[in-house]
C-alpha cells in the first residue's frame, strides 16, 4: 500500500480534498478538513490505488467506484464529502472538467 501524507491545501493540486499519486506512489491527503471526511477520502483514494494496480480504466467509472466502495465503508465521510463539494463551487468546475477531459 501506498504511504499517506497529509498537506496543506497549499500544496495540493487544484481543489482535491485527496490524491492518489501513481507516479509519486503515495497518497496525499488535505490536512484542514474534518478527520470524519479525511477516513472516507483514505478509502476513496485507497480504491484509486487499487484499481490501478488491478489495470481498472475510466475517469468516471473510477469515480463511481471509489464515491460508492468508499462510501459504504464510511458513509458519514461521504455525505460530508459531498456537503463540502457542494459548497465549494471550484470543485463542480474541477469534476466538469475532468469528465469532459476524460482524466
Ligand atoms: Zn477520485
Given at each position: ?10 500544496e495540493?493540486?487544484?481543489e482535491?480534498f ?21 477516513i ?7 480504491q ?12 468516471l ?13 464510511h ?8 456537503i463540502?463539494?457542494?459548497f ?13 477531459k476524460?482524466?
Open positions: 500500500m501506498y504511504p499517506v501524507k497529509y498537506i496543506p491545501k497549499e495540493m493540486i487544484d482535491y485527496g490524491l492518489c499519486s501513481y507516479n509519486k506512489k503515495t497518497i496525499f491527503i488535505r490536512n484542514d478538513i474534518p478527520k470524519y471526511i479525511q472516507f477520502v483514505l478509502a476513496h483514494e485507497r484509486h490505488e487499487k484499481d490501478y494496480k488491478n489495470g481498472i480504466k475510466g475517469t467509472w473510477l469515480e463511481i467506484r471509489a464515491n460508492v466502495l468508499g462510501g459504504l465503508k458513509p458519514i465521510g461521504f455525505i460530508g464529502c459531498i463540502l463539494t457542494i465549494t463551487f471550484k470543485r463542480w468546475k474541477l469534476y466538469i472538467k475532468r469528465i469532459v476524460g482524466k
